[in-house]
């Protein structure tokens, strides 16, 4: 399995930006999906973002629509997250994972193994 570590996280006040990064251990195919997903304490995990490694159209939570932008690195195994407008309901861990392609991007149970995470914390 592909291992994905992410990074970027941190504490911002309300209105303010974070970029996250997810590196991944090894190239990726370019059919493969690179996903951000995010649960907050108690919460479910919830798909955020999606992009194809090999380029196309980002899929995209209606609730971070306009706000949030995903993006792949040169390389096949980069992807990440700009964050902008955020607000303490986009608080929670942000886990970057991958799959074979981007349907039903928004299923967790589709997508292993998954990393630790990086904490974002919006008051």
């Known amino acids: 399995h592909v291992q994905l570590v992410e990074s970027g996280g941190g504490s911002v006040q309300a209105g303010g930006s974070l970029r996250l990064s997810c590196a991944a251990s090894?190239?990726?195919?370019?059919?493969?999906?690179m996903t951000w997903f995010r649960q907050s304490a108690g919460g479910e995990r919830e798909g955020v973002a999606a992009i194809h490694t090999g380029g196309g159209d980002p899929y995209y939570a209606d609730s971070v629509k306009g706000r949030f932008t995903i993006s792949r690195g040169n390389a096949r195994n980069t992807a990440y997250l700009q964050m902008n407008s955020l607000t303490p309901e986009d608080s929670g861990m942000y886990y970057c994972?991958?799959?074979?392609?981007?349907?039903?991007?928004?299923?967790?149970?589709?997508?292993?193994?998954w990393g630790q995470g990086t904490q974002v914390t919006v008051s």
């Open positions: 090894r190239l990726l195919y370019n059919t493969n999906c």
């Open positions: 994972v991958v799959k074979r392609t981007c349907g039903s991007w928004a299923s967790p149970t589709l997508y292993s193994p």
